[in-house]
């Protein structure tokens, strides 16, 4: 995957006079487009399992104004969520005219696990704001509508095997990180995001709790303009 990122930069460097250091950069107006690269943790799997893995994406990026812009993104990452509960048996007994809540609150062994990966597609509003010159800090937030390429689940309760195997669905991401244009047409970034997914699960404890995919981010990024002379 390193070697792909470097690939797609090399057409951006043909011409040195790109790299060439700009006065204060204004993109309002401007499109931008590129790829990022980088880390993903997947947060959700709490049974030891490897949660470590490459993530990357292509981008457009519009500029609506100085400090705000559009970005429309195609990612690709590993994710999944693990969970177990185990089995819980009251004790409770009644005495004359008590009542008798024996078994009431009472479950079996609860687990469930979800291995897959998507191709997603996040839609993010993000604000600028200058640190020095044409190094400036960001906050983004957005959604994104995942599809799922890789999709293996395990389940204690049946049940979840129908409830929970959405291939396609909404969830919604936000990060913040930082930017740097090193020229009018060319800038670089570096982002932490987080993802969240949807319900892939339940646990039967006395109170329901819904168990979701979610994974960690950090971005290394490029972005291009092809039109500014």
Not at 38 to 49: P, R
Not at 108 to 135: C, M, Q
Request: net charge positive; no cysteine; proline share 3%.
């Amino acid at each position: 995957m390193r070697k792909l990122f470097l690939l797609l930069l090399t057409p951006f460097f043909v011409n040195s006079q790109d790299i060439e250091p700009s006065k204060i950069v204004n993109a309002s107006g401007n499109w931008y487009f590129g790829v990022e690269i980088g880390s993903n943790k997947i947060t959700s799997y709490t049974l030891g399992e490897p949660n470590k893995s490459f993530q990357g994406g292509i981008l457009a990026e519009y500029y609506t104004g100085r400090h705000w812009s559009l970005t429309g993104r195609i990612k690709y990452f590993r994710t999944g969520l693990s969970y177990f509960l185990p089995s819980y048996k009251s004790n409770t007994t009644s005495h004359g005219m008590e009542p008798d809540f024996t078994g009431l609150f009472d479950y079996n062994e609860d687990f469930g696990k979800f291995d897959g990966a998507v191709i997603t597609l996040p839609l993010n509003i993000k604000w600028e704001f200058r640190i020095w010159k044409n190094f400036s800090g960001n906050l983004n937030l957005g959604i994104n509508y995942n599809f799922e390429t890789k999709s293996k689940y395990f389940y204690s309760d049946n049940e979840n095997y129908s409830k929970y195997n959405s291939k396609q669905y909404a969830s919604f991401n936000a990060g913040y990180g930082f930017n740097y244009f090193i020229s009018k047409k060319i800038g670089v970034f570096l982002n932490v995001e987080s993802y969240s997914g949807v319900i892939k699960g339940r646990t039967k404890s006395l109170f329901f709790s819904s168990i979701y995919n979610t994974n960690s981010m950090i971005n290394l990024g490029f972005k291009y303009n092809f039109k500014i002379e």
